[in-house]
């Protein structure tokens, strides 16, 4: 099993910034991708930025420029950095990680930008 605790949503005005982090812990060998998904109200949960283990990246069109995930191996740890945040981006964003055998999700954080 491995466990995902995120931290660093909340509430910014259009244009703010944040920095989400989510750390793995519990059977960690073997990490391969780690990324960020949201989900707004009435809305299908997303990708929004993918790094694997080799620090290969992919993100939503809608974030390219803006985010930028990256990755701590020795300490199993992704971010998610958010600029010029839009309240389009408001939504409970969830880590996942992935492992040969199974995914994990994080119990989610809550972020909301205001107009």
């Known amino acids: 099993q491995v466990q995902l605790v995120e931290s660093g949503g909340g509430l910014v005005q259009a244009g703010g910034s944040l920095r989400l982090s989510c750390a793995a812990s519990?059977?960690?060998?073997?990490?391969?991708?780690m990324g960020w998904y949201r989900q707004a109200p009435g809305k299908q949960r997303e990708l929004v930025a993918v790094v694997t283990s080799g620090g290969s990246t992919n993100y939503l069109d809608s974030v390219k420029g803006r985010f930028t995930i990256s990755r701590d191996n020795s300490k199993n740890t992704v971010y998610l950095q958010m600029n010029s945040l839009k309240p389009e981006d408001t939504a409970v964003y969830y880590c996942?990680?992935?492992?040969?055998?199974?995914?994990?999700w994080g119990q989610g954080t809550q972020v909301t930008i205001s107009s």
């Open positions: 519990g059977s960690i060998f073997g990490l391969k991708a």
């Open positions: 996942r990680a992935n492992t040969n055998y199974a995914y994990y």
